[in-house]
Nanobody
Framework: QVQLVESGGGLVQAGDSLRLSCAASGVTFATYAMGWFRQAPGKEREFVAGITWRGGVTKYEDSVKGRSTISRDNAKNTVYLQMNSLKPEDTAVYYC?????????????????WGQGTQVTVSS
């Protein structure tokens, strides 16, 4: 199973940018598709972005499309989520997830390894 550790969250103002990182260990990272999810207080966990194991295909949730970029560095066993033009509604705990299926899953049950999460708070 993959061990995942997120970092890079924090308190920012609307319009600012953040880059979240997720460091993986325990397995051959390069063979796993990766995803970012988020969960705001009182809401269900939702898909944000995903990337295939080679990084050739990405997928984004509509509300972050055009403002966010998911990428990965398989040499560093790390996946990133660059978020720009942040909005207060982006406030949530952001989770990194890994899956050994080939496609980019958009549901939590598509992923079998999760990090502990990193808090992103965007003030207006």
């Amino acid at each position: 199973q993959v061990q995942l550790v997120e970092s890079g969250g924090g308190l920012v103002q609307a319009g600012d940018s953040l880059r979240l990182s997720c460091a993986a260990s325990g397995v051959t990272f390069a063979t796993y598709a990766m995803g970012w999810f988020r969960q705001a207080p009182g809401k269900e966990r939702e898909f944000v972005a995903g990337i295939t194991w080679r990084g050739g295909v990405t997928k984004y949730e509509d509300s972050v499309k055009g403002r966010s970029t998911i990428s990965r560095d398989n040499a560093k066993n790390t996946v990133y989520l660059q978020m720009n033009s942040l909005k207060p509604e982006d406030t949530a705990v952001y989770y990194c997830a890994a899956t050994n299926i080939l496609r980019i899953g958009t549901q939590s049950h598509d992923y079998n390894s999760w990090g502990q999460g990193t808090q992103v708070t965007v003030s207006s």
